[in-house]
């Protein structure tokens, strides 16, 4: 079936500092979702992107569905950025659901 | 913003018993989900329900499964039998269309089958 690998599994990051987190699909997705899970269980929709890149704030993303990958950039990371952060791919036929990587536990320190 | 409500957040569960786990999506969506997530494992898809019918569902979604959500209430995943297999986090999520809208997610409930 269709899978997601997402990278690194865990990221330290000191306060600052930035780091990129990737997914790579296994067969062409339609479009990506990027989320972070807050400490309620809450999933917080980033970025929803069927192509090119968006920005917001110290958050940017780019999705690439010819190379089959999207990545999340986080740069002067703050100490309210830590969380676990999983992407999430929507296939062509968009009717079956998202298919959602393990997750990237990103902790940032002072 | 609006929210997708999932109330309980933790249900517990004699084995073979049925629960029903009830979601209070976004009032104008029109599309439905079910997610189960397994401890330690990724988040999969169950179902997707629009209309009133299953448009979608996963080789999760067995037959002891159901769906509904009657007069426009709460999008409910009924489970009847249970297994111990069934214990995971349920999200439930809705969005207004498909295809160019990311559907909203709830917090969870986490079913645990004794």
């Known amino acids: 079936g269709d899978q997601v690998e997402q990278s690194p599994s865990a990221l330290s990051l000191h306060e600052g500092t930035g780091s990129a987190l990737r997914c790579n699909f296994t067969?062409?997705?339609?479009?990506v979702q990027w989320f972070r899970k807050n400490s309620r269980g809450s999933l917080i929709n980033l970025f929803y992107?069927?192509?090119g890149t968006k920005e917001n704030g110290r958050l940017k993303s780019a999705f690439d569905s010819k190379e089959r990958y999207s990545t999340l950039h986080i740069r002067d990371a703050q100490l309210e950025d830590s969380g676990t952060y999983f992407c999430?791919?929507?296939?062509?036929?968009?009717?079956?659901?998202?298919?959602f990587g393990l997750g990237t536990r990103v902790s940032v320190f002072p | 913003g609006p929210k997708v409500l999932q109330i309980p957040s933790h249900q517990i569960i004699d084995m073979g018993q049925m629960v029903t786990l009830n979601c209070d999506p976004v009032?104008?969506?029109?599309?439905f989900y079910w997610y189960k997530q397994i401890l330690g494992q990724q988040m999969e898809f169950l179902v997707n329900?629009?209309?009133?019918?299953?448009?979608?569902k996963s080789k999760l979604f067995k037959d002891q499964f159901s769906v509904e959500r009657p007069d426009g209430s709460y999008f409910t995943l009924k489970i009847q039998p249970t297994a111990l297999e069934d214990s995971a986090v349920y999200f439930c999520?809705?969005?207004?269309?498909?295809?160019?809208?990311?559907?909203?997610f709830g917090e969870g409930t986490r079913l645990s089958v004794l």
């Open positions: 992107l069927a192509s």
């Open positions: 999520a809705s969005s207004l269309n498909q295809g160019d809208q990311a559907p909203l």
């Open positions: 999430a791919a929507e296939a062509h036929n968009y009717a079956q659901g998202l298919t």
């Open positions: 009032s104008n969506h029109l599309y």
């Open positions: 067969t062409t997705m339609r479009a």
């Open positions: 329900f629009y209309n009133g019918k299953v448009m979608e």
